[in-house]
């Protein structure tokens, strides 16, 4: 039986392990700065970032601690991280981390861990809002070791107000983040408070920040600002949520979501008034909605103008796809080379052949830029010597030079890359946001945008001069500039609010709005008589055509709306935001960023106390313990402890449960993640001890006492961030022994037995999967599995198990508005050797229609294929007694099985050998506390190659392959 229970976990190894990759390329010689609130973190060449984020970080203490009424006894361990790509691969959390993750503060160790994004006004913006989850962890948690306090409470702070508070503190709610609110408001898609408690559930999860802020906002307005401290001062202690936000506000959550709605809608349906649909200006390209979410984006003209390259995510990934200029002929270029085309900027440029295109992607942890034909989709990739995160390029009218964006030490400028040369010059040489490079017809002019005073400001480079003129002033915040001709460029900016789209005439300096929509504009890219823009809307982005020569007069509108409900925007604010510390470039000022760079300095120089080099100490991140008393055993229990350096490059982790004569378990492990592969050493001791009983005499006649120990060791390198192989070194010695033989009994007793069983275990994953709906709905998976135990070493057993799958999944969307898909899945294993183990066959994960483990063998073929649907999306509602529990989708699914089971080899199977079962499955898509997902599934099927069968009902706790 223990033979057939080894290959039974075997085979559910595919069924569990889906996750992206972290790729780690980069030594980092990590020091630290320390201030009066904080240990600043940062690694060698970012000395000048980790100075401005300590500023910035003491800013932000001063004012959220100051709203939410709370002063740290300890200080904030807070690590700056160069740029995306470097954040992503931090071993904080073990979690991947995409390229939308801004930052996260850790609860055990209340470490804040953020990258920069090349623009000050964003790093500022971030600092603000993980310091908030800091102060908010203390508040909620306490100071010091706080394990139960994290698990348990963190099931019942709603997120409205863990990151309501955060959003609010940063103060952010721009024009993007007024946009998306409007959009759900204009299309039924506001969120409920109550469905705000976690976010896990969520599609829009940005929306829901969002939201989260604008309720924060509607507290502070109506209930002073007070109430904001008091919401999470009330979970500190035990209170509940519907009694926190009663004694906070004075209202429960029904009623708050009720004043709050009417609130928010009264706001943006009064900013949407007077406003365009973008259909006013042209057709719309691509066909996007919410019930499957798209973003089309990043609209390119080719030089000839009959055709648009664009940036989509149907499909998953983020993808480049090309259409005739009308929106037909599309078809996806370049295949599933890539880790993700980088939408960042201007993302796209064609050659002047009107066949190759250039874009960045990333590649195994770095973002670089490739150069691909349209029609044969080869690509090549452009190596630009010294960097490693480049995105927007922009190819010159004679394809001699390529202009983009790079970061380096956190901040990014315009280069220019001299094709044959391979030189590369440095055009702004500054600290300030840099982006969206375009070049004039005639190649002597660059137009792009420069952070200034936190404002992107559009600017024209002059290449032979290197003079640089600032074209905008003001607040508002420019984008997306592209050259319109000789002496024109066209923008989008926030000018109302909203995101429009402009021209200007560079000699006189006159800007002309083209567009007045109630989404928003981005991307424009012209051709001789249209321009494509990207515009928001229904939670997806859509691709339309303007034409350019239409004679329609657009009028400017402002955002206006009279607050009356409550209070103006900013007396409500008992406490004011704290100035800039240290004021930006302004436009005029001298180019360059030396006086920047000065007044940092002399800020930096008054906050940081010292500078170390970083000292590993192991501290505990999770301590479990349980204690009990039995009158049959004495005393039991079990603990479970955790410990990792503050890097998270160590990490170990100690399981440990004892009951006296019944059970006795140890396991320690520790993960090494410091380097370019994973490394894991473990260790185990189990003892179980089992009464043999004897039914007929109704005596105990034997006792049985099993022994296992042994350790392993296993590495994981990742060849991309959709696959990596496995390689595990094991042994393990187990012994059974029988004591207090009753001899009166008619059982045969077993021998005493031990054996040594070292294992050499291969395991290699492939996973190109993409989920919707929470189930996978295109892409494809692969996996091989190869075990192999011999007799050295003082091994006693030598078998070899072999294990390959393929699953492909095929989205048929376009033939029902149900999220259709075909999933199918092919499985080949097989065991050899003496002390071979055998498989067991029928049920769940084999060939539904047969009873659990109804035939065995040491060779298994199998194949199934599902039509899969969801029949109801985003309920959302919670069933009494269980409303913890909230029921998320229903989906169902129509399956056939086919397979066989055999001792002896595959190749002789005869047809008839084939068993066949079809049926029906229901799943049902909950989160338990909103937070953490949780699929039951119901199936029921029969055999259909055994003439009369029953049918067979299955449950289980899992989506499916």
């Known amino acids: 039986m223990k033979r057939i229970l080894i290959i039974a976990a075997v085979l559910l190894i595919g069924q569990s392990v889906f996750s992206f990759h972290k790729i780690r390329f980069k030594d980092m010689d990590w020091r630290v700065y320390e201030t009066q609130h904080f240990y600043v973190y940062y690694y060698e060449g970012n000395e000048f970032l980790a100075k401005l984020a300590a500023v910035y970080a003491e800013d932000a203490y001063r004012y959220n601690s100051a709203v939410l009424k709370h002063e740290a006894k300890t200080k904030i361990p807070f690590f700056i991280y160069e740029d995306g790509l470097d954040f992503s691969s931090t071993n904080i959390t073990l979690s991947y981390l995409g390229e939308g993750t801004g930052g996260f503060t850790e609860a055990f160790k209340n470490r804040v861990v953020l990258p920069a994004s090349g623009s000050l006004k964003a790093l500022r913006e971030v600092i603000f809002h993980e310091i908030v989850h800091a102060i908010q962890f203390n ?8 394990s139960y306090n994290t698990i348990y409470k963190n099931f019942f702070v709603p997120m409205w107000i863990m990151e309501g508070q955060a959003e609010y503190c940063a103060d952010n709610l721009d024009a993007r983040g007024e946009m998306v609110i409007r959009d759900a408001v204009i299309n039924d898609r506001l969120i409920p408070v109550e469905r705000l408690e976690g976010f896990n559930h969520l599609e829009e999860v940005y929306l829901a920040y969002k939201l989260s802020q604008a309720l924060m906002e509607f507290i502070a307005k109506k209930y002073g600002e007070e109430a904001v401290s008091r919401l999470i001062h009330l979970f500190s202690g035990d209170i509940g949520t519907a009694n926190a936000i009663k004694k906070a506000i004075g209202r429960d959550v029904s009623e708050l979501n009720k004043e709050w709605t009417y609130y928010i809608k009264k706001k943006y349906w009064a900013q949407a008034q007077g406003r365009d649909l973008p259909s006013r200006y042209g057709p719309r390209l691509t066909q996007a909605v919410s019930s499957n979410i798209v973003y089309n984006q990043s609209p390119e003209f080719s030089p000839d103008g009959k055709r648009i390259a664009y940036i989509t995510t149907y499909g998953g990934h983020q993808s480049i796809y090309i259409m005739q200029s009308d929106g037909r002929e599309v078809k996806r270029l370049f295949g599933n080379r890539f880790e993700g085309v980088a939408s960042d900027g201007n993302a796209l440029s064609w050659d002047n052949d009107n066949r190759h295109i250039y874009f960045a992607t990333r590649e195994k942890g770095r973002r670089v830029i490739y150069r691909g034909d349209t029609e044969s989709g080869r690509t090549e990739r452009i190596d630009i010597p010294g960097f490693t995160n480049v995105f927007s390029p922009a190819i010159s009218p004679d394809s001699r ?196 760079r000065q007044r940092v300095e002399k800020a930096a120089s008054e906050v940081i106390l010292a500078d170390s080099e970083y000292n590993m100490t192991f501290t505990p991140d999770l301590v479990l313990g349980i204690l009990g008393f039995s009158s049959d055993t004495g005393l039991l229990g079990g603990g479970y402890l955790t410990l990792s350096d503050m890097l998270g490059n160590h990490n170990m982790a100690l399981l440990a449960n004892f009951i006296p004569n019944y059970y006795a378990q140890l396991d320690f492990e520790y993960l090494y993640v410091g380097l370019f592969f994973d490394m894991s050493l473990r260790g185990f001791y189990h003892n179980n001890i089992y009464e043999l009983y004897d039914r007929r005499t109704s005596t105990y006649f034997s006792r049985l006492n099993t022994e296992e120990y042994g350790g392993g060791i296993r590495f994981k390198y990742p060849f991309n961030m959709y696959s990596a192989l496995y390689i595990d070194f094991g042994t393990r010695k187990i012994t059974d022994r029988y004591t207090n033989y009753e001899t009166s009994s008619v059982y045969s007793f077993g021998l005493d037995s031990e054996n040594i069983i070292n294992t050499l275990s291969l395991f290699f994953d492939y996973n190109y999967s993409v989920w919707r709906d929470l189930w996978p709905y295109s892409g494809d998976r ?121 001792e002896g080899s595959i190749n002789t199977l005869h047809g008839e050998e084939f068993v066949n079962g079809i049926g029906a499955g229901i799943v049902v898509d909950t989160f338990v506390f909103q937070r953490q997902y949780m699929p039951l599934k119901f199936e029921l099927a029969k055999r259909t190659d055994a003439g009369e069968s029953d049918w067979i009902f299955y449950f289980s706790v899992a989506t499916g392959f």
């Open 782 to 902: 692969f996996t091989v599995y190869l075990v192999a135990a011999d007799k050295i070493y003082g091994g006693t057993r030598t078998y070899s198990i072999f294990e390959a799958e393929y699953r492909k999944y095929i989205d048929l969307s376009f033939l029902s508005d149900n999220n259709m898909t075909m999933s199918m899945r092919a499985l080949f294993a097989m065991t050899e050797g003496p002390d071979r183990p055998y498989f067991l066959f029928g049920g769940v994960n084999t060939v539904r229609g047969l009873f659990h483990g109804q035939y065995s063998g040491d060779s298994i073929l199998l194949g199934s294929a599902e039509l899969r649907f969801t029949i109801a999306k985003n309920l959302d509602f919670n069933l009494w007694p269980f409303n913890f529990l909230m029921i998320k989708n229903i989906k169902a699914a129509l399956f056939d099985d086919v397979g066989a089971v055999k």
């Open 139 to 146: 508040i909620l948690f306490g100071e010091g070791l706080r």
């Open 401 to 596: 030079f390529l202009a983009f964006i790079g970061i380096d030490s956190g901040f990014s400028n315009l280069y220019v890359y001299e094709m044959e040369t391979g030189k590369t010059v440095n055009l702004t040489r500054n600290v300030f946001e840099n982006n969206f490079p375009s070049w004039s017809p005639d190649g002597k002019f660059l137009v792009f945008t420069e952070e200034m005073d936190y404002v992107r400001q559009a600017v024209l480079y002059h290449l032979e001069s290197g003079r640089k003129t600032v074209l905008t002033s003001g607040s508002a915040q420019h984008s997306y500039t592209r050259f319109a001709g000789a002496e024109t460029i066209v923008f989008s900016a926030d000018k109302t609010g909203i995101f429009n789209l402009y021209t200007m005439d560079i000699k006189g300096g006159s800007i002309t709005p083209l567009t007045n929509v109630v989404g928003g504009v981005y991307s424009p890219s012209v051709s001789e008589d249209y321009i494509a823009f990207s515009y928001y809307e229904d939670a997806c982005q859509n691709i339309y055509k303007l034409h350019r020569n239409r004679e329609t007069a657009v009028k400017e509108i402002p955002l206006l709306y009279d607050d009356s409900l409550t209070r103006s925007a900013q007396q409500h604010r008992k406490y004011t935001r704290p100035p800039v510390s240290v004021a930006t470039a302004k436009p005029g000022d001298e180019p360059g960023d030396e006086a920047f």
